[in-house]
Nanobody
């Protein structure tokens, strides 16, 4: 079992920055691929970014490339999502997720989820 707890969400003006954190606990969390997803009201949960267990591979949603950066510190069992140049359309609940195996972009492929943290970007 893996437990995930997100933090760092909040209200920010357009153009601002936030850093989300996801603290993982449980069995061998450093072996998991870690992803960030988001879900806006009335919309399906959407892939944002993913990072491999050794941080060698990352992948991003096209609309966040160059603005968001995913990273992880396996010694701290924590994954981060640095979000810069935020836009109102980035407003959503952001979820951290974990999976075994390779990269994946569909939320159905992830085994473990955090409770989510709200990010609101005002115009």
């Amino acid at each position: 079992q893996v437990q995930l707890v997100e933090s760092g969400g909040g209200l920010v003006q357009a153009g601002g920055s936030l850093r989300l954190s996801c603290a993982a606990s449980g069995r061998a969390t450093s072996n998991y691929y870690m992803g960030w997803f988001r879900q806006a009201p009335g919309k399906e949960r959407e892939f944002v970014a993913v990072i491999s267990w050794g941080s060698r591979t990352t992948s991003y949603l096209e609309s966040v490339k160059g603005r968001f950066t995913i990273s992880r510190d396996n010694a701290k069992n924590t994954v981060y999502l640095q979000m810069n140049s935020l836009k109102p359309e980035d407003t959503a609940v952001y979820y951290c997720a974990a999976k075994v195996g390779g990269l994946a972009y569909k939320f159905q492929e992830y085994n473990y989820w955090g409770q989510g943290t709200q990010v609101t970007v005002s115009s």
